[in-house]
Nanobody, 127 residues
């Protein structure tokens, strides 16, 4: 069992920044794919960015490239999502998630493949 604790959501004006954190505890696997998904009202959950915890290789959605950066601190079992130049369309619930056996280019953004989820953080970007 893996427990994920998220922090860092909130409300910010367009153009502002937020940093989300997700700390994993429990039966963590060193070869994991850990990252962030988001879900806006009336929309499907979508992958934002993930990181392979062994290699540090990252994947991110086209809509956030150049604005969002995912990183990790393996000593703390923590993944971060630095979100800059936020837009109103980034408004959503953000969820941390983890799956075993790493991230892959053809599946990193599929939420049904992720085994454990955090409780979610609200991110609201006002115009």
């Amino acid at each position: 069992q893996v427990h994920l604790v998220e922090s860092g959501g909130g409300t910010v004006q367009a153009g502002g920044s937020l940093r989300l954190s997700c700390q994993a505890s429990g039966s963590t696997n060193s070869n994991s794919c850990m990252g962030w998904f988001r879900q806006a009202p009336g929309k499907e959950r979508e992958g934002v960015a993930t990181i392979n915890t062994i290699t540090g290789f990252t994947y991110s959605a086209t809509s956030v490239k150049g604005r969002f950066t995912i990183s990790q601190d393996n000593a703390k079992n923590t993944v971060y999502l630095q979100m800059n130049a936020l837009k109103p369309e980034d408004t959503a619930m953000y969820y941390c998630a983890v799956k075993s056996l790493g991230c892959y280019s053809d599946s990193w953004s599929f939420p049904n493949l992720f085994e454990y989820w955090g409780q979610g953080l609200q991110v609201t970007v006002s115009s």
